[in-house]
């Protein structure tokens, strides 16, 4: 059986996984900021007998990245250096959320092989944090998996991300007020990326990495449609017409790598993750 530790177990995705992973009859330890400071070594001590590392605590809102870039810094890099020194140590195989880093695309859909281009701090701490990855992985032959999930979504997300504000707009306000409805993005409703992320614990060797999403893009004036579509509402729809510094008009992954090499393909469509969200969140 497994030992499995799992860093951000008490987030919106590390809950899901947590749960599923002990369905699984796993042994599993999850650790939650109130554990202690990932970026401290003294933080990873008390573990034993690890196999499996899935690392997704870290900071993750991209506008307070450009307010506070240090301490993402901190978080997301020294803090997966420290998950990478348990892995060494254990001889356990480390899995690791990243996230989307490729900026601006020159063509869409997005492969794993094309160009990386962070544009925030948030994605630049992830593209540092990979290539620490990799260098364990060359170097000490850690078995190491990176999953880079485009936008997820579902149930226990915080309320800023565009979904839930959407929603709790939707069911407590007379209109929707959105900054700009023409951004498109690839959504990944949460358990289909749990699903990638179990399916990953068969690799046993090397560096992979693999890009996680539907396939498909919506605008942020679809999803509005949608959503007041299954919530049964017809509110009126406010754009403030106010694009956000360095805005990506169009994001589209190809998930052609993971569905070969992982077995993975997601089995909701947006439309799908949407009506779970809303009866899971009422």
């Not at 109130?34 to 499996?52: M, P, Y």
């Not at 901190?74 to 060494?88: D, F, H, K, P």
């Not at 919506?218 to 106010?242: F, H």
């Amino acid at each position: 059986m497994h030992k499995v530790l799992v860093t951000g177990g008490r987030g919106f995705i590390g809950t899901k996984l947590v749960s599923r992973l002990r369905n699984l009859s796993l042994d599993v330890i999850e650790i939650s900021s109130d554990f202690g400071d990932i970026a401290k070594s003294e933080t990873w001590n008390s573990f034993q007998n690890l196999d499996v590392v899935f690392h997704l605590a870290g900071r993750n809102f991209v506008p307070e990245s450009w307010n506070e870039p240090a301490e993402f810094f901190q978080t997301n890099v020294i803090g997966t250096e420290m998950a990478l020194e348990c892995c060494r140590r254990h001889g356990a195989k480390l899995i690791y959320i990243s996230s989307y880093l490729y900026g601006v695309p020159k063509k869409i859909p997005i492969k794993e092989t094309d160009k990386i281009k962070p544009n925030n701090p948030y994605a630049l701490s992830k593209h540092l944090a990979e290539q620490i990855c990799e260098f364990y992985a060359t170097y000490w032959n850690i078995p190491i998996t990176v999953i880079r999930p485009f936008n997820v979504f579902g149930p226990g997300q915080r309320s800023e991300f565009l979904i839930p504000k959407i929603i709790n707009q939707i069911r407590n306000n007379s209109e929707v007020r959105v900054m700009d409805l023409e951004p498109k993005r690839d959504y990944i409703y949460v358990e289909d990326l749990v699903d990638a992320l179990i399916k990953a614990i068969k690799i046993d060797d090397g560096y992979n990495i693999f890009n996680i999403g539907s396939g498909k893009s919506y605008s942020v004036g679809e999803i509005i449609r949608i959503i007041q579509e299954k919530a049964g509402t017809n509110l009126p729809v406010q754009s403030e017409n106010i694009s956000r510094d360095h805005e990506i008009y169009d994001i589209k992954a190809d998930v052609t790598f993971a569905k070969n090499n992982l077995g993975w393909i997601p089995k909701h469509t947006f439309s799908e993750g949407i009506e779970k969200l809303l009866a899971q969140s009422k």
